[in-house]
């Protein structure tokens, strides 16, 4: 079935550093990525969707120069968060939608737990 | 948007009952309703999913019901077994769009 690599799976970088993850779509064209973040004892919650092609389009509240998101091709996005601070700490996921021939199957990275000291 | 409602937060059951959590959505159009299980350091794993054009479906000790007209759907799972114990999530697709919309969890403890 569709696979998508998330990595780094944790990562800890000091506050004003900027940290850049990776979804990796490996057996199929993702031209769509939807980026979620978790806080602790919270439910996922959308911040962008990256586009193929495209500018990113972000959530109501989330800034955009903060959290930049780049889809530089149909297997690959990523989410660079930059001048990173303790209250980015959260659990970062990414989630490829359905694609054609399959219109309900959600493939979920396996998130990206960020740590900022 | 769509926005999804989900009881209840804790749920602590004996090992061999059942558990229920009941999620609601506010989009009558949503079309589809997945349930996901979350573990200690891990993404979200799906477990079942319902479509709108369906009521019911059962994948062995797992059921998942809607009630288009409450706007409303429910996990149950029969005999609960310790390795159950996890975070639990429903989800619905909001019509028109592709991105999910995600309860707020609920951490099922199964008591050996």
């Known amino acids: 079935g569709a696979v998508v690599s998330q990595h780094p799976s944790w990562v800890i970088c000091k506050s004003g550093t900027s940290v850049k993850i990776e979804c990796r779509s490996l057996d199929f064209q993702a031209t769509t990525m939807f980026w979620y973040r978790q806080f602790p004892k919270q439910s996922l919650m959308l911040m962008a969707t990256?586009?193929?092609?495209?500018?990113?389009?972000?959530e109501q509240g989330v800034e955009k120069d903060k959290f930049l998101i780049n889809h530089a091709s149909l297997t690959l996005s990523t989410l660079t968060v930059t001048s990173a601070h303790p209250e980015d700490s959260s659990f970062y996921i990414c989630?490829?939608?359905?694609?054609?021939?399959?219109?309900?199957?959600?493939?979920f990275g396996s998130g990206t737990r960020l740590t900022v000291v | 948007g769509e926005n999804v409602e989900q009881h209840p937060s804790t749920l602590s059951v004996q090992e061999g009952d059942s558990a229920v959590i009941k999620c609601t959505y506010s989009?009558?159009?949503?079309?589809?309703f997945p349930w996901y299980k979350q573990e200690l350091g891990k993404g979200p794993q799906l477990i079942i999913d319902i479509r709108s054009n369906v009521g019911e479906k059962k994948d062995q000790r797992i059921a998942v019901t809607l009630n288009k007209t409450a706007k409303h759907f429910s996990l149950h799972i029969t005999e609960t077994q310790p390795e159950d114990s996890a975070v639990y999530f429903c989800a619905a697709r909001e019509s028109g769009a592709n991105n999910l919309f995600f309860g707020t969890g609920t951490r099922l403890t199964v008591i050996p």
């Open positions: 989009d009558s159009a949503s079309n589809y």
């Open positions: 989630i490829s939608p359905p694609g054609r021939g399959d219109y309900y199957g959600y493939t």
């Open positions: 990256s586009n193929e092609g495209s500018k990113a389009t972000y």
